[in-house]
């Protein structure tokens, strides 16, 4: 897969394995927990096993599940889900990238967020979405240096970290988009 070169080590991004799998979690709750006051144990985070599972029921959908590693250490994940689980969004993917703590600003999320670009259209999907927290400028600029539109803000619409946070919804066409009719499935 790609390369990119940051601090002399190469980020290589490719499709993830189960024995990533302790890894994408420990950086996915470091950031669910950022901020949040010493002994408040997190209810939200996926079990190993489950996770697992997330992962084949994507591959069977033919969504990515993709890593950034470097000197093969996981250093960010992400991955698209169907938009919503009725047939008319079957063409519709909702995304999520999480980069390591001490690996920010290093061009990961773009590399990741590439691969899911690429992936997505592969697969044949129409349209991406994304929810950014609005004060993740980082991100909210990632996206539209990726032609991703901020579509709709919601207020108020998460309580972490002691205070109500706003996200922003962010979306792209990809592929012909809106622009022609899917090929016939028969539904």
């Not at 033919?62 to 919503?84: C, E, K, M, Q, W």
């Amino acid at each position: 897969m790609e390369a990119l070169q940051t601090d002399s080590q190469p980020i290589l991004v490719r499709p993830s394995r189960d024995g990533d799998v302790d890894a994408m979690l420990a950086i996915y709750r470091h950031h669910i927990r950022r901020g949040i006051e010493p002994g408040v144990i997190d209810t939200g985070a996926p079990e190993p096993d489950d996770l697992r599972e997330r992962r084949k029921n994507m591959r069977t959908r033919r969504l990515p599940h993709v890593v950034a590693t470097s000197s093969d250490t996981v250093v960010g994940y992400a991955y698209a889900v169907l938009f919503r689980k009725r047939p008319a969004y079957r063409y519709t993917a909702k995304h999520s990238i999480y980069i390591h703590h001490d690996h920010m600003g290093r061009g990961i999320g773009r590399k990741l967020l590439q691969a899911l670009v690429d992936a997505c259209a592969a697969a044949g999907y129409r349209q991406m979405i994304g929810y950014v927290d609005a004060d993740n400028t980082a991100s909210l600029a990632l996206h539209t240096n990726f032609g991703f539109a901020r579509v709709a803000f919601l207020p108020g619409v998460a309580f972490r970290h002691g205070r109500w946070s706003d996200t922003v919804m962010v979306q792209r066409s990809i592929g012909p988009g809106s622009t022609e009719p899917p090929p016939f499935t028969g539904s």
